[in-house]
């Protein structure tokens, strides 16, 4: 996605020491004295990345990033075997966003992000909404199990062949609807290359869900260093197989707790990975919502979809 603004350079960055012996990156950019606005980046377990700063005027915003537990520079990470991920969940990830404002002394922020991102996101401002002045995403999902149902079994209709060697890449798994499960116990194997193998066929499956999109990287998962690959599958399939501690359904049936929140959803209609209907369905029960579909994006996004995110951020950024 092309960026309006020139890159900034944190001014300050840190780690948030949680209490449970995990350090989360964080660091900020913009202007010290502007409206405050986190990112919140996808995977789980991406890691967040310096591009995301140029989204914002850094004359009227006060950007704040981070790095999920066990990824990116946070510590300890995910690609480490030892590292336990039972201090790895949704509640967690809450737990430190909200310390993290309480650390930097912000009052209310906007939130932005996509993909996962938007799963956090909704979370969140479904726990704290009056810590909540806005919020934009990017390709909306909300992790119910019929969405991971649909990106690790369903979407293979549309690439069988691909999605044959997803599967056969964990003969174990008794079922189907034990792909993800099975992912994830490959992924706490002590053998380096056990998980290396399952790291590899999780990534060429993430491409090929990814590859009918016309824009974007054509190896957005493959392409990653090996460190961060691990982590991110690791993470990914940990919290998938949990269907990230979330009730199903949870976050759309209580949207109405983000009431008052000005909300801008950006969502492509190409995207096989994350279908239109999660969106269209938040739209519908958070009062006050904007849904911008983009018709020439997938779940990478496209110009008019990057476009349309940075004028919701414009826009509030005036408010």
Known sequence: MAAPYPPADPYDHGMLDTGDGNL?????????????????HGGPGSGCSAGARSSFDPERYRTVLFDQRGCGRSTPHAAD??????L??????????EQLRQHLGIEKWLLYGGSWGSTLILAYAERHPQRVSEIVIASVTTTRRREIDWLYRGAGRFFPEEWQRFRDGVPEAGTDDGLVTAYAHRMADPDPDVRARATARWCAWEDAVL????????????????RARLALVRICSHYFSHGAWLEEGLL??????????????????????????????????WPGAELVVIDDA?????????A?????LDRFARR
């Open 24 to 40: 989360v990156y964080w660091e900020t950019c913009g202007n010290p004295g502007g409206k405050p606005a986190l990112v919140v």
């Open 81 to 86: 075997p030892g590292t336990d991920m039972s």
């Open 88 to 97: 790895n969940t949704t509640e967690h990830l809450i737990a430190d966003m």
């Open 211 to 226: 590859s009918a999109e016309p824009n974007g990287s054509p190896d957005p998962y493959t392409g990653r260093p090996p």
């Open 252 to 285: 759309i049936r209580e949207a109405g707790r983000l009431a008052g929140i000005p909300g801008v959803l950006v969502h492509g209609r190409l995207d096989i990975s994350g279908p239109l209907d999660t969106a269209w369905e938040l739209a519908r029960a």
């Open 298 to 306: 997938g779940h990478k996004g496209s110009a008019a979809m990057s």
């Open 308 to 312: 349309a995110v940075h004028a919701a």
